[in-house]
């Protein structure tokens, strides 16, 4: 810990009364944080509001995260530079950020033009991790535990954005007959994934329901057409969608057009994004039965590390699937229905154990789609 009047003058301020507090600014600025972790992190954004009484939140963040929380009701005003940001207007600035030294630094060499009304209340907490730099916000996260609440993530599209991705597809091709089913192939680490070959075989029997069309995004326009026409030995530009060059909203808007039907990946972050986008829309009356089936498939890495997949998919709306083995030894996929569970790698999914198990578990659900 740093020991400077900075840090001093926070410590012993003590923790705010929510109800004394109008103004906040929250800095999010996560350089580690993945796509998934940030949709779950911002979940919280909405008992914030609530904790402060309906105080006024303003964001400074980046272009990736304002991705995730564009529309989001809980912000009032957002800033994408901190140079731009009078902290010392606010009452309270919270600091969610994996770069607290630089932070740090840069509240103690600049010092701003501070408003009177303002000037000996601002603080500043951490809403990081509480080995963090800053006086961590020990009363929010204590609401946090005990409101409990489990009505998962959110996030906010706009009947614009809606209506965009809508003629989207159609500019792609799609009629109103086409059911589109976005496969999510990349991730942060080759061991999250099942192996190609299996894939592959999943792709072809996604592509044998009524009126598929398959959606890849195509991050880094390498040209996914030529690596899936090679693996299929097929022409894909009928029955493919690659989408080149996305930007992060893009890909989420998309997610959220009627035309999705299915979305089927690794454990990774647009599945989280999906699942906060129908959370949503089901708070504003959109019929379960326009729900795309969502689901995800997590092993346990070959590195031995291992997180709580229960933390992540627990409150979503995703089925989370996983390989585990019976008393025999026999393989069998199983449905993520507790925090207690014991997985294989996910390179011990085959493409029969995958598509056997959406046909007899989805079956209603995919015929309710119209997929088959």
């Given at each position: 810990?740093y020991?400077?009047d900075?840090?001093l003058?926070?410590?012993?301020?003590?923790?705010?009364?929510?109800?004394?507090?109008?103004?906040?600014?929250?800095?999010v600025?996560?350089?580690?944080?993945?796509?998934?972790?940030?949709?779950?992190?911002?979940?919280?954004?909405?008992?914030?509001?609530s904790?402060?009484?309906?105080?006024?939140?303003d964001?400074?963040?980046?272009?990736?995260?304002?991705?995730?929380?564009?529309?989001n009701p809980?912000?009032?005003?957002v800033?994408?530079?901190?140079?731009q940001?009078?902290?010392?207007?606010y009452?309270?600035?919270?600091?969610f950020?994996?770069?607290?030294?630089?932070?740090?630094e840069?509240?103690?060499?600049?010092?701003?033009?501070?408003?009177?009304?303002?000037?000996?209340?601002?603080?500043i907490?951490?809403?990081?991790?509480v080995n963090?730099?800053?006086p961590?916000?020990?009363?929010f996260?204590?609401?946090?535990?005990?409101?409990?609440?489990?009505?998962?993530?959110?996030l906010?599209?706009?009947?614009?954005?809606?209506?965009w991705?809508?003629?989207?597809?159609?500019?792609?091709?799609?009629?109103?007959?086409d059911?589109v089913?976005?496969?999510l192939?990349?991730?942060?680490?080759?061991?999250?994934l099942?192996?190609?070959?299996?894939y592959?075989?999943?792709?072809?029997?996604?592509?044998?329901?009524?009126n598929?069309?398959?959606l890849?995004?195509?991050?880094?326009?390498l040209?996914?057409e030529?690596?899936y026409?090679?693996?299929l030995?097929q022409?894909?530009?009928?029955?493919?969608?690659?989408?080149?060059?996305?930007?992060?909203?893009?890909?989420i808007?998309?997610?959220?057009?009627?035309?999705?039907?299915?979305?089927?990946?690794?454990?990774?972050?647009?599945?989280?994004?999906?699942?906060?986008?129908?959370?949503?829309?089901?708070?504003?009356n959109?019929d379960?039965?326009?729900v795309?089936?969502?689901?995800?498939?997590?092993?346990?890495p070959?590195?031995?590390f291992?997180?709580?997949?229960?933390?992540?998919?627990?409150q979503?709306l995703?089925?989370?699937?996983?390989?585990?083995?019976?008393?025999?030894?026999?393989?069998?996929i199983?449905?993520?229905m507790?925090?207690?569970?014991?997985c294989?790698?996910?390179?011990?999914?085959?493409?029969?154990?995958?598509?056997?198990?959406?046909?007899?578990?989805y079956?209603?659900?995919?015929?309710?789609?119209?997929?088959?």
């Amino acid at each position: 810990m740093y020991q400077t009047d900075l840090e001093l003058k926070s410590s012993r301020s003590g923790h705010k009364k929510s109800d004394t507090i109008a103004k906040v600014i929250l800095v999010v600025d996560l350089g580690d944080f993945g796509i998934g972790d940030s949709v779950v992190a911002f979940g919280k954004l909405k008992m914030l509001k609530s904790f402060l009484e309906n105080a006024s939140v303003d964001l400074c963040t980046n272009e990736t995260h304002y991705a995730i929380l564009k529309n989001n009701p809980f912000i009032d005003k957002v800033f994408f530079d901190r140079q731009q940001v009078d902290f010392e207007y606010y009452d309270i600035a919270l600091i969610f950020s994996d770069k607290e030294p630089e932070y740090y630094e840069y509240f103690k060499q600049n010092r701003q033009g501070v408003h009177k009304e303002h000037r000996s209340s601002f603080t500043i907490y951490s809403v990081y991790n509480v080995n963090s730099i800053f006086p961590y916000y020990y009363d929010f996260m204590k609401y946090i535990q005990r409101r409990n609440d489990n009505s998962g993530q959110e996030l906010y599209i706009s009947k614009e954005e809606k209506d965009w991705a809508e003629k989207w597809f159609q500019d792609a091709g799609c009629s109103k007959q086409d059911k589109v089913v976005v496969l999510l192939d990349n991730s942060s680490g080759r061991e999250k994934l099942i192996n190609t070959d299996v894939y592959f075989e999943v792709v072809k029997y996604f592509l044998n329901m009524n009126n598929t069309r398959i959606l890849i995004f195509d991050e880094s326009g390498l040209g996914r057409e030529k690596f899936y026409s090679e693996w299929l030995q097929q022409d894909v530009s009928e029955k493919f969608i690659f989408v080149k060059n996305p930007s992060l909203r893009e890909n989420i808007t998309l997610l959220a057009s009627d035309f999705t039907k299915l979305i089927f990946g690794p454990c990774t972050g647009l599945l989280h994004c999906a699942s906060g986008i129908y959370n949503t829309f089901l708070r504003n009356n959109v019929d379960f039965q326009d729900v795309p089936l969502m689901l995800t498939y997590f092993g346990t890495p070959v590195d031995g590390f291992e997180v709580n997949e229960w933390d992540w998919w627990g409150q979503s709306l995703v089925d989370a699937i996983y390989v585990s083995h019976d008393q025999s030894n026999k393989k069998t996929i199983q449905k993520l229905m507790s925090p207690y569970y014991r997985c294989s790698p996910c390179s011990e999914f085959t493409a029969e154990m995958i598509t056997d198990y959406v046909s007899k578990h989805y079956k209603d659900k995919l015929t309710e789609l119209g997929l088959t």
